[in-house]
């Protein structure tokens, strides 16, 4: 069943629950996985109402990596990896990964193109690249560098020694560690929790963030001005009013 369905959705409350659905084989990315999360994140992006994302993994993995496997017998994601790359670089929703367990190598790469991690306390993190003699293409070699640090990423991705949970919580790879029973819960209602928000604005907010982490300070300001002004200039103060009424009430 989970070779026929390796990938699984559903929605609720405007949030898109995708589920990495391999168990057996530790959700290692086979075509059919990597050609169903590359559908489910197209159709999360394309709906209206899906305003953000959770990612985990059934079982007692979130992705262990390449199928070797079905690498061995002459196909792999890795022939070709545009549409899933384009999927994760096109989805405009915030995308939150619930890493269940461990997320290696190419499970690795996928959490580092999420917006940020919840992870459970028996998650590990690792890259195995060098171990198997590959190089990244999903952007590893810049990414994990930039939100853990280089020396820290020079010593995951050379050594390929894994690190676990509460290592990647100290170095600002993972936002919180959960239980394994509340993790999914706990990214869900994070997840509610945004899309509750006013839907452009976070959109908004989230592209100004992205797109100046890949500039200057200055730059990125400059970003921030030409973005900002006309949609703020477009607002409805009525509807800001009413929303920030709810938001008072909230707070008390």
Known sequence: MSDQQPVLTEIADGVMLITLNRPASLNAMSRGLVDGLSAALNQANSNDDVRAIVLTGAGRAFCAGVDLKELSEGGSVLDDDSRIKGAFANCRKPLIAAVNGAAFTGGLEMVLNCDFLYAA????????????GLMPTWGMSQRLSRIIGINRAREMSLSGSP??????????????????ESLVQEAMDKAREIAENHADAVVGIRKLMNDGWETSLASGLELEDTLSRPFNQAIDFSVMSDRLGQVKKSNR
């Open 121 to 132: 306390n028996t998650a590990r993190f690792g890259d195995t690249h060098a171990k198997v």
């Open 163 to 180: 690190i676990d949970a509460q290592t990647a919580f100290e170095w600002g790879l993972v936002n919180k560690i959960c239980s394994g």
